[in-house]
């Protein structure tokens, strides 16, 4: 079992920036591809990027040239750097563990209005 509590959310004007984190406690963060989904009220949920224990990448496109995903598996932390953060953003973000239903974190609120 993993557990995963994400932290950084808030309220940001358009063009502004966050950083999301994600600390897993149960077993090591080396063990799993992390990712990042959101779900924005009425939509379903969605992946943003992920990151394997190696390193690679993957984003979707909507979100490509603005967010950067990346692990500190020292820590047992996975972070997402948003930048030129737009209202369509908006939306519940979630830490999720190896890419399945299984171990998801609480989630995150991030608001991006003016």
């Known amino acids: 079992q993993v557990q995963l509590v994400e932290s950084g959310g808030g309220l940001v004007q358009p063009g502004g920036s966050l950083r999301l984190s994600c600390v897993a406690s149960?077993?090591?963060?080396?063990?799993?591809?992390m990712g990042w989904y959101r779900q924005a009220p009425g939509k379903q949920r969605e992946l943003v990027a992920s990151i394997t224990n190696g390193g690679i990448t993957n984003y979707a496109d909507f979100v490509k040239g603005r967010f950067t995903i990346s692990r500190d598996n020292a820590r047992n932390t996975v972070y997402l750097q948003m930048k030129s953060l737009k209202p369509e953003d908006t939306a519940v973000y979630y830490c999720?563990?190896?890419?399945?239903?299984?171990?998801w974190g609480q989630g995150a609120q991030v608001t991006v209005s003016s």
């Open positions: 999720n563990a190896g890419l399945s239903n299984d171990y």
């Open positions: 149960g077993r090591p963060l080396s063990l799993y591809i």
